[in-house]
């Protein structure tokens, strides 16, 4: 039996332990930065397959698996585990256990996959040269981002992996499916938040008050502006506001509205320049208005850049697991994912997993409370990344 027919075999036979693996990481979900049961449960699987790990980032988790000659080359694999502050609305016997807390982006099935890819090169440790190094990192969905906090506690290092595959799930794609997209994949990600001054005052008499909710809503519109007139339309770039929060009432004018927002780029220097313009264009609406802005950006991640050779041999790979006609191409997305600091430091590839299943009512997109996948994925994600994991251990 070859190493691709026996990858295939192990990757099928584990499906039923994946899933439940899955489920029960569904049922117990854990916010960003609290993942300790998380990591607990997952450290105890890999003690099962006879893989010892290591905490860092507090409640992360590393481990090697060492093949022969395990110096000659590193390939580090990761998985991220934090869930989000989402009330589950599936009706499901794995639904989360945590009222208000809902693996909605799929991190449970990252994680499940990549214990599962663990249990099977482990048992073909003896047919490959080298170390596949597992990341179990914890929150992605906050800045500044689990996986700076990996690499800053030593996860990339001792030695330094020659490259990093991420996978996601992806529920535009049906499973069996699988995406790829060569260099510039994915925004960076900016968190803003504007407090807007004034004067509180009665509804009938506003000449006496400075009004912050107009004040706001001026600088709202006037900030698209940057978008529209500033940025190069070749360039992906969007700003958004979603959260708008003036506790007034019909005849009340408060004192002050704060509003929450995203800004997203795929170039570092426009970024620069447009957090600076955000910034000054804010403070001057409030101040011509005769009012003022405090104005608060959080940095997020950066872009992400998938290294074009590493996703070209990957992506052959996948193509000699699944076979062409199930590997596609990926657009671009103004989405934003922590691998990105990864990417930015060694050769890095992060690609998709097909989850949905129409016929099976599995459509919703991640991050809403219905989402959930097609677990006929699991099947194919564990023994895909143990696959791909193993061609790349082997390029020189």
Not at 201 to 207: S, V
Not at 264 to 277: G, P
Request: hydrophobic share 40%; proline share 5%; with cysteine.
């Amino acid at each position: 039996m070859s190493l691709l027919q026996k990858i295939k075999s192990l990757s099928s036979a584990y499906s039923t332990h994946t899933v439940s693996i899955r489920r029960h990481l569904h049922a117990h979900p854990e916010l960003s930065y609290q993942e300790f049961q998380t990591a607990k449960f997952v450290a105890e699987q890999l003690s099962s397959f006879g893989i010892s790990s290591l905490p860092v980032a507090t409640t992360g988790l590393v481990a090697d698996i060492k093949g022969k000659n395990p110096d000659k080359k590193t390939v580090a694999l990761r998985a991220d585990m934090d869930a989000l502050p989402i009330v589950e609305e599936n009706n499901v016997i794995y639904k989360s256990k945590n009222t208000g807390v809902m693996h909605a982006c799929g991190h449970d099935v990252h994680t499940s996959s990549l214990l599962m890819t663990a249990r099977i090169l482990n048992e073909v440790k003896e047919d490959f040269e080298g170390t596949v190094r597992l990341l179990f990192q914890p929150g992605e969905e906050k800045n500044p981002g689990g996986a700076s906090y990996m690499i800053r506690d030593g996860a990339l290092e001792n030695p330094r992996p020659a490259a990093i595959l991420g996978q996601h799930v992806f529920p535009l794609l049906p499973a069996g499916k699988v995406g790829f997209r060569e260099g510039m994949y994915m925004a960076s990600a900016d968190e803003i938040y504007l407090k807007v001054m004034g004067k509180g005052g009665h509804g009938a008499a506003p000449d006496l008050a400075v009004d912050p909710i107009v004040i706001a809503c001026h600088i709202v519109i006037a900030l698209q502006q940057i978008i529209s007139r500033n940025a190069n339309p070749r360039q992906p770039t969007v700003l958004t506001f979603g959260n708008f929060v003036g506790l007034g009432a019909t005849n009340i004018i408060p004192n002050e509205v704060n509003i929450a927002g995203t800004f997203r780029a795929m170039n570092e220097v426009w970024r620069e320049s447009a957090l600076a313009k955000i910034k000054k264009m804010a403070e001057s609406i409030a101040e011509g208005m005769g009012g003022s802005c405090e104005v608060v950006i959080s940095k997020g991640y950066p872009y992400l850049e998938n290294n074009p050779m590493l996703t070209r041999r990957i992506r052959k790979a996948a193509e000699e697991y699944v076979g062409s006609e199930n590997v596609v191409d990926l657009d671009i997305t103004l989405g934003a994912e922590d691998f990105a600091y990864y990417s930015q430091l060694v050769p890095a590839a992060f690609y998709r997993l097909g989850t949905n299943n129409p016929a099976k009512g599995i459509t919703s997109y991640v991050h809403s409370p219905t989402f959930d996948i097609d677990e006929d994925a699991l099947t194919i994600g564990p023994g895909l990344m143990a696959w791909m994991a193993l061609q790349e251990l082997q390029f020189t």
